[in-house]
């Protein structure tokens, strides 16, 4: 081995950029007493942010069958064990979220089937093994698998961006969010940043390109961004306080209303949310520098739903 070939070796960036254990924490949430304003006298604001619970469970639980299929192509050891984490994580995560979905939302009088159907779709249908129900050739299977681990890759750097926003956000402490949805939030939002280094390690190792991060992203970014807001204006438009309005994506009332909720802190400015993007377009992206795994890890060691699901582990450890 060459001196130069030492040396690259030595530089070279490592497969793994995890630097904690990633674990499930089997949480579980009680929503009898959280309201639908669960932002107190802030019903936009508070079903724009329910929508997250609609958006996310599809979503999640293809991350985990799509991890599951790269899982036997990683070769690196630390990175398998990341990926395997990352799975456990994202099944609670769709767990958590779909639990609010039956017993808070639809408890409640929300119809949340067409935006579930829609999001069921796009998952199981346009970004499934056989897309649209065709068989892709032998030969592209290997690049179909690559391209949706971008999109992973993309989603999971504004997820990053949402965890941070979320452990950062004292304004809804201030006016006494439902501490039940506040926790689910936080501790999604936690562990999305303690885990936000996988999904790019994973494109990466598996051969994932610098130019194809330009158009997923492209196509990432406005998706995600469409759908919050379409989603978030059929919840709110089955509410009478704002039949009147007629919610709809299209509507810039949407639009307004999202930024004057950005302002008063409820909600993150949607310019800001596009603008925390561009880091992910450097040749030099790193989402290990993008957040703070000691500020989610802080919030993990105090988080409710956590501290009950670590008690009912040790007590289970020691009845066995």
Known sequence: MTATTAARKKTARPASNTDTVLKQRNVKFDWSETPIDWLPNE???????????????????WFCRLYNKALPFVTDEKLKADVRGFIKQEAMHARGHSSATEEYLAARGINTERNQQLMKWLFDVVLDDKPFGKEVPALLERRWMLAR??????????TCVLGMYALENKKWDEINADQVMLDLIRWHGAEEVE???????????LGGDYLSRYY???????????????????????DPRFAKKKPAVYKPWMWVEWFKASR?????????????QLPYFSPWYDPSKEGSTDMAQAYLDQSPAALAASAIAANMKVAA
């Open 43 to 61: 019903p936009f604001s508070s079903y724009f942010i329910n929508e997250i619970n609609l958006i996310l469970p599809a979503g999640e639980f």
């Open 149 to 158: 681990l971008g999109l992973v890759a993309t989603i999971e750097h504004m």
């Open 195 to 205: 885990h936000r280094s996988v999904a790019f390690d994973l494109y990466k190792h």
């Open 216 to 238: 997923l992203a492209a196509i990432v970014v406005p998706m995600i961004i469409g759908l919050w807001v379409d989603g978030a204006a059929n919840i709110a438009g089955q």
């Open 264 to 276: 008063r802190q409820l909600l993150p400015n949607p310019l800001w949310l596009v603008l925390q």
